[in-house]
């Protein structure tokens, strides 16, 4: 059973960088997708970003596309989501995901999930 544990979120200006870290209680990642998703109350979960674990592929959903930035250190215990340039839309809570390895760019199936970490931009 995988825990993931986020930190880094808080609140800035629009245009300001912010930088969230997931930390996954397990020796090794190399079966599973990582994500990170996000969601504001009313509204469905949002999937941002993934990266595959053998490869490193990245996806990003086009609304953070060129802003954001999903990584991984090199012993896959830590993933990282570098926010760019944020904007007001970004507020939410921020999910970071996992699941043992498939399509890593399908953002459905991730089954499991830290507690979140809230993320506001004012403007």
């Known amino acids: 059973q995988m825990q993931l544990a986020e930190s880094g979120g808080g609140s800035v200006q629009a245009g300001e960088t912010l930088r969230l870290s997931c930390t996954a209680s397990i020796s090794s990642r190399d079966r599973f997708c990582m994500a990170w998703f996000r969601q504001v109350p009313g509204k469905d979960r949002e999937g941002v970003a993934s990266?595959?674990?053998?490869?490193?592929?990245?996806y990003y959903a086009g609304s953070v596309k060129g802003r954001f930035t999903i990584s991984q250190d090199d012993a896959k215990i830590t993933l990282y989501l570098q926010m760019t340039g944020l904007k007001p839309e970004d507020t939410a809570l921020y999910y970071c995901?996992?699941?043992?390895?498939?399509?890593?760019?399908?953002?459905?199936?991730?089954?499991?999930w830290g507690q979140g970490t809230q993320v506001t931009v004012v403007s």
């Open positions: 995901a996992a699941k043992e390895i498939g399509t890593c760019k399908k953002m459905t199936g991730y089954n499991y």
């Open positions: 990266i595959a674990p053998d490869d490193g592929d990245t």
